[in-house]
T-cell receptor
């Protein structure tokens, strides 16, 4: 069974800092790895999707990497802003059978202090 | 706004009552998913539809839970004889049928509180 872990559970940084969020997964047979943002009381917003054949994806100040062999993904946020404060979740889509279900980590709650 | 819409946003019910939630996906999306999220945890998969066909169901979806998507557009999730353990955020998501690399678009969820 796929398990996804995110460390740390919470992170607080001053505005302007670069930061890295970590995600690890136990089953390397994934189809893709997705990063989401969740604001309090809201749904999830898709940030980046990395296909299993890719090593990284970039969108603006965000860069996500994927290392299937080690079961790890990172989300790099450059020049953090208070508006980046949210919970960041990673999710792995397994590639076996007909599964269409994402397995999520518990998230990292990020606070960017002005 | 043409995002995923869920109704109601909040539902408070007494234990033993039945509740029904509705999800309207993005109009051209033919895949629809239901997830459940408890406080401090990531969402857990419940079930998945492609058009009107329910293709996968999680073991979390006990026989008190039923989901439908009768015309391949909106979907409903019903919980019968609610229990306090059913209290959670119920999230709906949709995606295009373009292989498995279409990102999921989530609604803002329905928060259920069972008293």
């Amino acid at each position: 069974k796929q398990e996804v872990t995110q460390i740390p559970a919470a992170l607080s940084v001053p505005e302007g800092e670069n930061l890295v969020l970590n995600c690890s997964f136990t089953d390397s047979a994934i189809y893709n790895l997705q990063w989401f943002r969740q604001d309090p009381g809201k749904g999830l917003t898709s940030l980046l999707l990395i296909q299993s054949s890719q090593r990284e994806q970039t969108s603006g100040r965000l860069n996500a990497s994927l290392d299937k062999s080690s079961g790890r993904s990172t989300l790099y946020i450059a020049a953090s802003q208070p508006g980046d404060s949210a919970t960041y979740l990673c999710a792995a889509l397994i590639s076996s059978g007909s599964a269409r279900q994402l397995t999520f980590g518990s998230g990292t709650q990020l606070t960017v202090l002005p | 706004d043409t995002g995923v819409s869920q109704d109601p946003r909040h539902k408070i019910t007494k234990r033993g009552q039945n509740v029904t939630f509705r999800c309207d996906p993005i109009s051209e999306h033919n895949r629809l998913y239901w997830y459940r999220q408890t406080l401090g945890q990531g969402p857990e998969f419940l079930t998945y539809f492609q058009n009107e066909a329910q293709l996968e169901k999680s073991r979390l979806l006990s026989d008190r839970f039923s989901a439908e998507r009768p015309k391949g557009s909106f979907s409903t999730l019903e919980i019968q004889r609610t229990e306090q353990g059913d209290s959670a955020m119920y999230l709906c998501a949709s995606s295009l049928t373009q292989g498995l690399n279409s990102p999921l678009h989530f609604g803002n969820g329905t928060r259920l509180t069972v008293t």
